[in-house]
């Protein structure tokens, strides 16, 4: 089992280092170890800047996640939010990004609920996820030079008092093509390593979950910034 899951750890880990909160897994703990993890996390989430990406945006079939209850994007250890900036044309681009970083952390969370036993994501979500991975390259590419013509053209869409906001835009271009030149490195091996999980699901359920564990912690705890 290690050879489907721990491999998809790996290649998730830059995308999830890039603007997700730190987050501890609090599974298997109890009483005060559970409480303090519990309050941890909900303190990371409160400092995430933006709102959630509601999971329909990115495909339709997610819909029943869009609940905030029920939204990974609206966790700190699956987060993935857009910032707004005021300038339509700014945050379509930045909604583009996100979700294509989307398809990577949703691989994630599909596969952490295989391990815990949970294999409804993996036939409900993983195909059609599998398909959306393999355009990642191309479609997060065409982003990529998109991104880079809306900094260089910045002093024209940010004219007068909204000039003001070409730091703050500046910087939030670039952390979004960041992650859209790792996604593009990360979305051919994660399809990968999901289609070998869609092809065998129970696999995870069997054992998995010690294993995925392990794995989860150490790719995102490495990747995160201390």
Do not use: H
């Not at 093509?177 to 593009?184: P, Q, R, S």
């Not at 490195?185 to 359920?205: F, H, I, M, R, Y």
């Not at 010690?210 to 201390?226: E, F, Y």
Request: charged share 20%.
């Amino acid at each position: 089992m290690r050879k489907i899951v721990a491999p998809l750890f790996a290649v998730l880990a830059l995308t999830l280092s890039s603007g997700t909160a730190m987050a501890e897994d609090c599974s298997g703990m109890s009483g005060k170890d559970l409480k303090n993890c519990e309050k941890a996390n909900k303190k990371a989430l409160k400092n995430l800047k933006g709102v959630p990406l509601k999971p329909s945006v990115v495909d339709a079939a997610w819909s029943a996640m869009d609940a905030d209850d029920a939204n990974p994007f609206a966790t700190p250890e699956y987060a993935v939010r857009v910032d707004p900036v005021g300038i339509k044309e700014i945050d379509a681009y930045f909604e583009k990004a996100a979700v294509i970083k989307a398809k990577i952390v949703m691989t994630k969370y599909v596969v952490d609920q295989a391990a815990a036993g949970n294999v409804d994501l993996v036939g409900s979500a993983g195909p059609g996820l599998v398909k959306s991975l393999a355009a990642i390259p191309n479609d997060a590419q065409a982003l990529v030079g998109e991104g880079k013509e809306l900094v260089g053209n910045l002093p024209k869409i940010l004219a007068g008092p909204d000039a003001m906001k070409i730091p703050k835009v500046t910087g939030g271009l670039t952390k979004a093509i960041d992650n859209l030149t790792g996604a593009i490195k990360e979305a051919p091996n994660a399809a990968k390593s999901l289609g070998e999980l869609v092809k065998n699901p129970g696999a995870a359920a069997a054992g998995a979950a010690g294993a995925a564990g392990a794995a989860a912690g150490d790719a995102v705890d490495g990747a995160m910034p201390k």
